[in-house]
């Protein structure tokens, strides 16, 4: 193992004490070591913390005569735990959380100008009053409906009630018939102007 590999080596660190200062410098200095295990020990004297398999390598070099225990080496010596790095984010995660950041500014600038914001009135039944009038206004189709069938029917069946009855029914459903009809085709001309004026607000702007 070279000496940048063992002084970089991974797994458990443990801190330096005297102990330990004192066998790497012993063992920088040992005539059975090798050469690149004795500068691996000088240079870890230098240091307040040493890798674990630094240590045990240098000792397995020593000639079994000369090593002392390993319970003497790290007797008082700490672990020393490292947090790791903090993870990136992703490109993908910066793009959700920039179009969630986008989509919350808009959010809040609605809320802001919905007060001060002009509404559309020409909408229909885009009141009270208008929801109302248009309630009658069926009603009285219906009812108008009804009584012209009901005298129709009356007229035609020589006072038949059965069929003046269902002369009733018919005029109504015709009455209901023609109000959905006009009730289209007032939709229908608002939503074009309303595209018409749009489209020349877009113009102008």
């Known amino acids: ?12 660190i443990i801190s330096t004490t005297e102990s330990i200062h004192s066998f790497l410098l012993s ?7 090798s050469q690149e295990l004795k500068e691996i020990a000088l240079d870890l004297s ?3 913390s ?26 008082g010596s700490e672990f020393i735990f490292i947090s790791p790095k903090p993870r ?21 600038y609605r809320e802001l100008v919905r007060d001060i ?11 009270y009053k208008d929801q109302l009038g248009f309630g009658l206004h069926v009603a009285l189709i219906m009812l108008t409906g009804y009584l012209v069938g009901y005298a129709t029917f009356r007229a035609l069946f020589s006072h038949n009630s059965a069929m003046s009855a269902a002369g009733g029914i018919l005029g109504l459903v015709m009455g209901m018939l023609v109000e959905t009809f006009l009730f289209i085709i007032r ?11 749009n489209s020349r607000m877009k113009k102008s702007q």
């Open 1 to 12: 193992m070279s000496t940048t590999n063992q002084k970089t080596a991974p797994g458990l």
């Open 27 to 33: 063992a920088s200095k040992n005539l059975h070591l």
């Open 46 to 48: 230098l240091q307040k």
């Open 50 to 75: 040493v890798p674990y398999q630094s240590i045990r390598a240098i000792w397995m070099g020593l000639h079994p005569s000369t090593r002392p225990e390993l319970l003497q080496i790290f007797s």
């Open 88 to 108: 990136g984010k992703s490109e993908e995660l910066k793009q959700r959380l920039r179009k969630l950041a986008e989509v919350a500014e808009r959010n809040e």
């Open 117 to 127: 914001t002009p509404k559309d009135t020409n909408e229909p039944f885009s009141s």
């Open 187 to 197: 939709t229908s001309d608002h939503e074009r102007s309303s595209s018409l004026h």
